[in-house]
């Protein structure tokens, strides 16, 4: 299995609160992704990188932003976290562009 | 934009049986490749089995075998000799072919299939 954490597991925070999601990889794979799933939608695209300091919006981008100032760690923020990101969020990382990507076990947070 | 759609939510069948799951996609790409995720219970998401648009001949992974129409733009999943393991949520995903970065897999909204003893 691909080396691919996330944390934390799960988290449980309050509307207006700030989150950070952390993925850490031990591939040095060049791309990341973070998405998040929800039931009736599968899986929406938030953010990408393709490399140090490159990364890019997704279908789902509005009220998160992300970092990546080394190649194992793609970070995801809610800068103010609502009700209606409520969801599960997982990492994925690809070696190419055309791999196959490979999902780290996801992190479920609830905003109360 | 490419959307997946897969028609069926959910599907329930026999151990030991076969079961075919649907995918269909729209794209004005002409070279992508197309994925099956398996997301049991434990929510890990697991590769099942990939096929290159540009390749005529349908992937298959042991039990696992898909028939790829692309004039038709479908997709579909058999799973032979079901097994009980197999009891998850099924997703199929559409990657285009990346001009500069890479944005990933577009999902479906999944078919939730249920092997029954």
């Known amino acids: 299995d691909a080396g691919i954490t996330q944390s934390p597991r799960h988290k449980v925070t309050e509307t207006g609160t700030p989150v950070t999601l952390r993925c850490h990889q031990t591939?040095?794979?060049?791309?990341m992704y973070w998405y998040r799933q929800d039931p009736g939608h599968g899986l929406r695209l938030i953010h990408y990188?393709?490399?140090?300091?490159?990364?890019d919006k997704g279908e789902v981008s509005d009220g998160y932003s992300v970092s990546r100032s080394k190649t194992e760690d793609f970070l995801l923020t809610l800068e103010s976290a609502t009700s209606s990101q409520t969801s599960v969020y997982f990492c994925a990382i690809s070696e190419y562009w055309n791999s196959p990507l490979h999902f780290g076990n996801g992190t479920r947070l609830t905003v109360t | 934009a490419q959307t997946v759609t897969q028609s069926q939510p959910e599907m329930s069948v026999q151990e030991a049986e076969t079961v075919t799951l649907s995918c269909t996609y729209d794209t004005s790409e002409n070279n992508y490749y197309l994925f099956w995720y398996k997301q049991p219970p434990s929510r890990q998401m697991i590769l099942v089995i990939r096929?290159?648009?540009?390749?005529?001949q349908n992937a298959t992974e042991n039990r696992f075998s898909v028939n790829f129409q692309k004039a038709a733009k479908s997709f579909s999943l058999k799973i032979s000799d079901s097994q009980l393991g197999d009891t998850a949520m099924y997703f199929c995903a559409f990657m285009k072919e990346a001009g500069g970065g890479a944005d990933g897999l577009t999902f479906g909204k999944g078919t939730h299939l249920i092997i029954q003893p």
């Open positions: 096929q290159e648009a540009y390749k005529q």
């Open positions: 591939e040095n794979h060049r791309y």
């Open positions: 990188s393709y490399g140090v300091k490159d990364t």
